[in-house]
């Protein structure tokens, strides 16, 4: 079997945490060799950067921005995604490229041409094979939000910088469902997960 290359992602509050256990489990029930992983970090030089892109009292321009979490993430690629797929594993990430489409494109307004030239330039047409896309409204994810006890760097936004990344989040998903598994995160733990469970089954051909 081809190793796999799957995502999860969505915006803030919504769900991301929970269900990567749920993730693992359907791995671990399938006996599947799986590493996972998180952008940004995943390496010492991606987690140093995270650091930085996260700390509130980062004063970073929309550039600036960027292009730290495109040098995260071809840290990610040469040290960890690629040679655990290379290696036969499966590797899921915490967030993955359509993160930067949303929040730095559509959140902070770079020109997606821009994002798009550096992901050619980085990823070089690699890309995942399934992204399971969280998505709950903007309400939710406000409310979850709001009970983090310390919030970082992207948690501090307004609700109008979350709408628009929720807005490209849901453009991408239907521009491209081959890849996306949109799953309604606003519903019980057991309906998510079973909707999670059935993406991931799917991908891999199995019985649904």
């Known amino acids: 079997m081809k190793p796999k290359f799957i995502t999860l992602d969505g915006i803030d509050g919504a769900g991301k945490s929970t269900n990567l256990a749920v ?14 992983t998180r952008e940004p970090g995943g390496t010492p030089v991606g987690e140093a950067l995270r650091e930085i892109l996260l700390n509130p009292e980062t004063k970073a321009g929309l550039r600036a921005e960027t292009l ?55 990823q070089g047409g690699f890309g995942p094979d399934l992204t399971l896309l969280l998505d709950v409204p903007l309400e939710v994810s406000m409310a979850r939000i709001g009970q983090t006890r310390e919030k970082d760097r992207f948690e501090q936004e307004q609700a109008d910088f979350f709408t628009r990344v929720r ?25 998510v997960r079973a909707d999670i469970e059935h993406a991931l089954a799917r991908s891999f051909g199995m019985d649904v």
């Open 23 to 36: 993730i693992r489990r359907w791995f671990e029930s399938h006996d599947l060799p799986v590493l996972f």
């Open 68 to 122: 730290m979490m495109f040098a995260a993430r071809q840290q990610h690629l040469e040290d960890v995604i690629l040679p655990a797929l290379a290696d036969g594993i499966h590797v899921v990430s915490d967030r993955f490229t359509d993160a930067t489409f949303a929040y730095q494109g559509g959140g902070r307004g770079v020109p997606l041409q821009d994002i798009e030239m550096l992901e050619n330039w980085v």
């Open 167 to 191: 807005a490209v989040y849901l453009e991408r998903a239907a521009a491209h469902p081959e890849r996306y598994a949109l799953i309604d995160g606003n519903r019980s733990l057991e309906e």
